[in-house]
C-alpha cells in the first residue's frame, strides 16, 4: 500500500484482483508492468482507464506485459459499494486495532443487509484494515464469478 500525499493506493496485487473482477473507473494512476512483474507507476493530470484498450497510449513503453488501474482505496471502497453493490465498513475496536466487515447492500432496506464475512484479524491502522477487506471481498467476488 502506498502513500503519497496522504492518499493510499491498492497495492499491485489488489489492482489485478480489479481489473479481473471488472474495475474501469478513470483514475490518475496506473501500474505499468514487465514480464517479471516489475514496472513503474505512472500519474496523469485527467483521469484515465487503465484496464480499458489502452495498447496504443502505452505503445512507447515498449514490452510491457500489463497496464493496470491504480486507484486509491477509497476509490477501490466506493466502486464495490456503488457497482457491486458491496460495502466495507471498518471499526475500530476498544484495544485501538482496526477490522472490517463486509455486507451485501440490499438496496431496498438496508436493515437487511448481509454479512459475508468479518475480518478474523485485527490491523493497526485503518488502511491496513482497508485493504485487506477490499481484497477479501474481491476473492469473494472472483470466486463466485460476479
Known amino acids: 500500500m502506498e502513500a503519497i500525499n496522504h492518499e493510499y493506493y491498492v497495492s499491485l496485487e489488489v489492482a489485478k484482483q480489479l481489473k479481473e473482477a471488472g474495475f474501469d ?13 516489475h514496472g513503474f507507476t505512472t500519474k496523469f493530470q485527467t483521469p484515465y482507464n487503465f484496464n480499458g484498450d489502452n495498447k496504443d497510449l ?3 513503453y ?3 506485459k500489463e497496464v493496470l488501474s491504480k486507484p486509491t482505496l477509497d476509490v ?3 466502486w464495490l459499494r456503488e457497482v457491486k453493490n458491496l460495502s466495507v ?7 485501538s ?19 459475508l464475512s468479518l475480518t478474523a484479524c485485527r490491523f493497526y491502522t485503518y488502511e491496513e ?10 476473492e469473494i467476488i472472483l470466486e463466485k464469478g460476479e
Not at 473507473?25 to 512483474?37: H, K, Q, S
Not at 465498513?89 to 484495544?95: P, V
Not at 484494515?129 to 474481491?138: D, P, Q, R, S, T
Open 89 to 95: 465498513d471498518i471499526s475500530s475496536t476498544r484495544f
Open 129 to 138: 484494515a482497508l485493504e485487506a477487506g477490499i481484497k477479501n471481498v474481491l
Open 25 to 37: 473507473w478513470g483514475v490518475y494512476d496506473g501500474y505499468i508492468m514487465y514480464g517479471d512483474d
Open 62 to 64: 515498449g514490452g510491457h
Open 58 to 60: 502505452f505503445a512507447s
Open 76 to 78: 477501490a471502497q466506493r
Open 97 to 115: 486495532v482496526w477490522e472490517y466487515i463486509i455486507r451485501k447492500i440490499n438496496q431496498l432496506n438496508y436493515n437487511d443487509d448481509t454479512i
